[in-house]
């Protein structure tokens, strides 16, 4: 609670200076009020003792055995926190001073605040001061009001001393000084007595634990002696006046019995007011006044009714036939609901003679709370009128109990039409007890055809708010009622409101996606509803029906938004149901289909497009692709039919998306690019791909270039061998990817005969790539190698001799060196690695491209001894160049020549 809703010590005080009735319930509220947390600033000091440690340190010194330990400890725990400057008090505790201020004023209205507050208020620390203060001045100014009702608390209050704040001590203490006090009245000012006494017993209650009172068995029973110092353990003897204390004094004067009578609250103590005006005051008894008859008959104690009905049967003046005339009529009506059996038979007889004219709601009531032999009296007395003149209404009411029901039930089904029983009555029925329920369902299924009953009342049935607090069985008979309507019958507008119900929801939403029919729907309003999560699923279930929708009202504008967004239920929607639905045409706003088909290209392609509508666009276009489209998985679920012409996908769209930096893009111009590269005409472009930066499309280079000649390859992008460019596949050496420059010199390999020759490989030994210039050479002496070198020869490594091809071979070793001389003197300036990857335009000097081809051919010397033995006397000559570097090398590798075929005679130096 906040401070400022807290109420303070300062509310209290001008209320009670107003003398306002509102002020015992403030009290009671500040006694439950939590307390308001301290300003800023204001806050205790951590170590301090706070209210909170108080109440722990008095419960811990209750649970003490010693009552002088416990007693000592409780009042050091009290100075300690009193003493205390810098910690607030609770305001609860300038109570006391506030209740000792009111019965100062002794106000009538300060009055009432007390002795409510005595009677109902928690005893907690503040109040309790206040209220211990107040008995102690009620005990010195003999106030006998308030010493009755604190007197009474305390004794009662003992037993369940474990709820307050009080000790069990302090309570049993004050309710034996309570007698002590009415103990040393009656010795005494016995004239007193009565009165303390009676002010004492009239405030115990029905329930009360009688074993664990005090004072009141004193009052009674004192002369039996069976107490002790702490308890009188006995219940309320039969006979009350023989044992009770101070007989003399209750002898003296009728009033205070009287009085108790009139005010009690319990039947013991009524009983003892009865026997005691039995035994002193009999002739009192005889003359009691039809007013008093009336007050004790509304008192609910079966002892006082008893008194009653004696007192009538017993005197000719209360003879039944003149109690309507003595304004009793309506006293005795009222011991119908006695709990006394001995009353309520008197009241039923003097009711069914003097009283047959009992209204029919006084007699529901008694049906309704009744005993059971009045409960008997009140039915035979409705069966006997006119079920039209009891009306529909109260025989409803009658359903639910035992002695009625069957009434009831046969008055409603024949005493009244169909139609006299209105929805309204049907629908209280219905939303009843479990009794008017079952009757209910009955008589509707008995009267009225499946489907007969007007579907409103079944809507509003569902609609009553009542439902609400006890929907469990009435939802699921309405709803299996409502099951055999049909959804246009029912309202479409109101099942689309109910689709979001939390119970019955999924059930509406089953009827409306079953709906062929649903007149009346406005599809705006639905459309706009996929935007709520508690109608969405049904929404779009509606929109996807096309027997309630068509595709044209939902438009493709609206759809493609749809798409756009980033939920995945509403784009995911919007995608399948393109796709299934939505023809190319749609896509235009002429309705024109190549127009519709560029306006998707543009939506698969736009570089502003947002990823969900590329991705329907995409799959749209490859679904209604003639060749690629039956393929698609989503052409297979929805069993899509290709609509979109081949030549609608056309290279100069799909060929610059093999490029782009968007994956998604790329990947649907790779899937139509394969069906169509061939159709385009521009299947000589593939090596253009093979320099692709993405790897997937590089792929569709290597394959249509490797699998060229290849069975089963797939003649829509795969080249034939005849189509394969020498100079285009030479060149691919020269990329700056790796994996292109081996499919490269793999396809020279394997088409060697079409795209090799001496003089390429001499243009291929200049690559600067190592690996490649390798591969030439040897190649230069499997393909070249002079004819008369020993048959069956092969190079080392080969599993056969290779074939010729790709140009004639050497005629003899002497041709082949004169080739190698040539190429090596002739040998132009060499291509840079850096200029090929255009970071530095800038060419080789001739004689660093020499010394790489020397180390090439020296390189595959090493490897194969034939080869050195021609190459030898090549690289001889050349250790006589002028070029430093250039006959450094040769002589090097000379060298290394002979190291590593030192059997062979290789001349050269």
């Known amino acids: 609670m906040s401070t400022s809703d807290a109420l303070n010590a300062a509310d209290l005080e001008r209320l009670a200076q107003a003398e306002s009735p509102d002020l015992a319930d403030a009290v009671l509220a500040l006694l439950e009020q939590e307390e308001p947390e301290p300003e800023e600033g204001k806050a205790p000091p951590k170590d301090a003792f706070t209210f909170e440690k108080l109440l722990r340190s008095l419960a811990q010194a209750q649970a003490r055995y010693d009552s002088d330990s416990r007693r000592e400890a409780s009042a050091d725990a009290w100075q300690r926190f009193l003493a205390q400057k810098d910690v607030p008090q609770p305001a609860r505790l300038a109570l006391a001073d506030l209740l000792v201020s009111l019965y100062r004023k002794n106000t009538h209205a300060s009055r009432a605040v007390l002795l409510k507050l005595a009677a109902t208020a928690d005893l907690k620390f503040g109040l309790w001061g206040g209220l211990k203060r107040i008995y102690k001045l009620a005990e010195a100014d003999h106030d006998a009001e308030l010493f009755g009702v604190l007197a009474w608390r305390f004794d009662v209050e003992r037993r369940q001393s474990y709820k307050h704040e009080v000790s069990g001590g302090t309570l049993q203490y004050l309710r034996r000084r309570a007698w002590r006090y009415l103990r040393h009245l009656g010795a005494a000012v016995p004239e007193l007595y009565p009165q303390f006494a009676v002010e004492v017993l009239r405030h115990y209650e029905e329930g009360t634990s009688w074993y664990s009172v005090w004072v009141a068995n004193h009052i009674w029973a004192h002369g039996t002696g069976n107490y002790t110092g702490g308890s009188f353990g006995i219940q309320p003897p039969g006979d009350m ?482 189509e394969l460019d020498p100079v285009k596949v030479f060149s691919l050496t020269e990329s700056t990817k790796r994996s292109t420059r081996e499919v490269a010199v793999e396809l020279i390999r394997r088409h060697y005969a079409r795209l090799g020759g001496a003089e390429r490989l001499t243009w291929l030994m200049q690559s600067a790539d190592r690996e490649v210039g390798l591969f030439a050479v040897r190649l230069l002496w499997e393909k070249h190698r002079p004819t008369h070198l020993p048959e069956g020869w092969k190079p080392a490594g080969a599993k056969e001799a290779p074939a010729t091809g790709g140009g004639a071979p050497f005629a003899d070793v002497p041709a082949l060196r004169e080739f190698l001389r040539k190429m090596l003197f002739g040998l132009p300036p060499g291509r840079a690695k850096e200029a090929r990857e255009g970071e530095v335009q800038k060419r080789l000097s001739a004689s660093v491209a020499k010394r790489r081809v020397i180390e090439l051919v020296r390189d595959l010397g090493l490897e194969d001894e034939s080869f050195a033995r021609v190459i030898a006397p090549v690289l001889g000559e050349f250790t006589g160049s002028m070029a430093k570097g250039e006959w450094q090398s040769c002589l090097a590798s000379l060298v290394q020549l002979r190291t590593a075929h030192p059997s062979a005679q290789l001349g050269g130096f």
């Not at 169509?676 to 791909?689: D, F, K, Q």
């Open 241 to 722: 006046v023989k044992q009770r204390a101070f007989t003399e004094a209750w002898k003296r004067s009728p009033d205070a019995l009287m009085r108790l009578l009139d005010t009690c609250m319990s039947d013991p103590a009524a009983r003892f007011a009865i026997q005691g005006l039995r035994k002193d005051f009999p002739e009192s008894l005889r003359k009691v006044t039809p007013a008093w008859l009336d007050r004790l008959a509304r008192r609910p104690l079966a002892s006082a009714h008893d008194f009653l009905v004696e007192t009538l049967q017993g005197s000719p003046e209360f003879h039944q036939s003149k109690l309507r005339e003595l304004g009793l009529h309506d006293a005795v009506i009222a011991l119908l609901m006695s709990p006394s059996g001995k009353a309520r038979t008197y009241a039923i007889e003097y009711a069914r003679a003097h009283a047959q004219d009992l209204s029919a709601e006084r007699l529901v009531e008694l049906v309704a709370k009744g005993e059971n032999d009045v409960k008997a009296f009140a039915a035979a007395t409705l069966e006997k009128r006119n079920p039209r003149e009891l009306g529909m209404e109260l025989l409803g009411r009658l359903l639910p109990y035992k002695a009625t029901a069957a009434f009831a039930a046969k008055s409603l089904e024949q005493s009244f039409d169909r139609a006299e029983l209105t929805s309204g009555f049907l629908r209280d029925m219905y939303l009843g007890t479990s009794e008017q329920l079952n009757w209910a369902k009955g008589y509707v299924q008995s009267k009225y055809a499946a489907g007969e009953m007007p579907v409103a009342f079944w809507k509003e049935l569902l609609e009553d708010p009542r439902l609400t607090k006890k929907p469990y069985p009435v939802e699921g008979l309405v709803v299996k009622a409502l099951s055999s309507y049909a959804p246009a019958a029912i309202g479409p507008e109101w099942l689309l409101d109910k689709a979001a119900h939390p119970r019955i929801g999924s059930q509406v939403a089953t009827w409306l996606q079953r709906a062929d029919s649903l007149p009346g729907l406005d599809v705006e309003k639905v459309k706009g509803l996929v935007f709520s999560a508690k109608h969405r699923h049904v929404a779009l279930a509606l929109l996807g029906n096309r027997k309630l929708f068509t595709a044209r009202q939902l438009t493709v504008p609206w759809l493609l938004a749809l798409a756009r967004r980033a939920d995945p239920t509403l784009h995911d929607f919007a995608h399948r149901y393109l796709l299934e639905y939505v023809v190319p045409a749609d896509f235009s706003d002429t309705g024109d289909a190549a127009a519709g088909l560029e306006r998707l290209f543009e939506l698969a392609l736009g570089a502003k497009q947002p990823v969900p509508v590329r991705a329907f666009a995409q799959t749209y276009l490859r679904c209604h692709h003639p060749l690629i489209g039956p393929e698609q998985p989503e052409s297979k679920s929805y069993e899509i039919k290709p609509k979109a012409p081949r030549k609608a996908y056309t290279p100069e769209k799909l060929w610059p998306a093999l490029f782009d930096a968007r994956d998604d893009v790329r990947r649907f111009a790779l899937a139509v690019t394969r069906a169509e590269l061939r159709a385009w005409g521009w299947h000589t472009r593939v090596y253009e791909l093979a320099d692709a930066e993405a790897k997937e499309i590089r792929n569709l280079a290597y394959d249509a270039l490797l699998r060229a000649g290849e069975e089963g390859a797939d003649a829509r992008y795969v080249l034939h061998p005849e």
